[in-house]
C-alpha cells in the first residue's frame, strides 16, 4: 500500500508507511484508514488489474480486505480548491466569527464554498456602515449594511467593516 500525496495511512489506529509493500500471510485480514491532509479530500481506495488498468474498490476511508493475491492497494487524494480569504475591521471596531475576534488582514485559505458568517461591533462612538469589498480598480462596493453577513467563499475575497465616528464625538 502506497498513499498518493495529500495524506497518510493507518492500520490499528497507527501511522504506517508500506514503502516497498507489506509480506502478509495468504488469508489476512487487514483495514488501513486513509487520512486526508487538511487541504485534501480522499477520493478512494484503488488498485490495478492484470491489464494495469485501475480500479476502485471503496470510497470509504476504512478498508478491510483478504489478502488472497499479490496486490499493490493505493489510497488516493485531490487537493481542495482553496481561495485566500480576508476580513479586516476599519478603525473603530472590530469583527467576529462565531463569538471570537477577528482580524484577517493577511488572509486564511478555506475551501470553495464554504459558508463565513461575519458580525460587525462598533466600538463606543462610533456606528457600523457596512461591510465592503475591494473592487478591481480600488474602488469600494457596498455588499451589505447589515452588521452580521453571510456569504459562501467562490473566489479569492477582501471583505473589510467600515464605521463611522457617531456626531458629537
Known amino acids: 500500500c502506497s498513499p498518493y500525496d495529500g495524506g497518510y495511512l493507518l492500520e490499528d489506529g497507527q501511522r ?4 516497498n509493500g507489506n509480506m502478509m500471510e ?15 479530500n480522499f477520493v478512494g481506495w484503488f488498485y490495478f488489474d492484470s ?3 485501475e480500479k476502485l474498490v471503496s470510497t470509504d ?9 499479490e496486490r499493490h492497494v493505493y489510497a488516493k487524494f485531490i487537493e481542495k480548491e482553496m481561495h485566500l480569504f480576508n476580513a479586516y ?22 475551501e470553495k464554498g464554504t459558508q463565513i458568517t461575519l458580525t460587525a461591533v462598533a466600538d463606543e462612538g462610533f456606528t457600523f456602515v457596512g461591510w465592503y469589498k475591494s473592487v478591481g480598480d480600488q474602488t469600494e462596493e457596498l455588499i451589505s449594511a447589515d ?4 456569504f459562501t467563499v467562490t473566489e479569492e475575497t477582501y471583505v ?9 464625538n
Do not use: C, H, W
Open 147 to 150: 452588521a452580521t453577513y453571510t
Open 61 to 69: 476511508a476504512t478498508y478491510t480486505f483478504m489478502v488472497n493475491e
Open 51 to 53: 491489464d494495469q488498468s
Open 16 to 19: 504506517v508507511d508500506f514503502g
Open 160 to 168: 473589510y467593516a467600515k464605521f463611522d465616528k457617531n456626531s458629537g
Open 89 to 110: 475591521p476599519t478603525e473603530a471596531g472590530y469583527i467576529t466569527e462565531n463569538g471570537q475576534e477577528i482580524d484577517f488582514g493577511n488572509g486564511r485559505r478555506v
Open 26 to 40: 495468504k488469508g489476512s485480514e487487514i483495514t488501513l484508514t486513509a487520512v486526508a491532509e487538511s487541504e485534501y
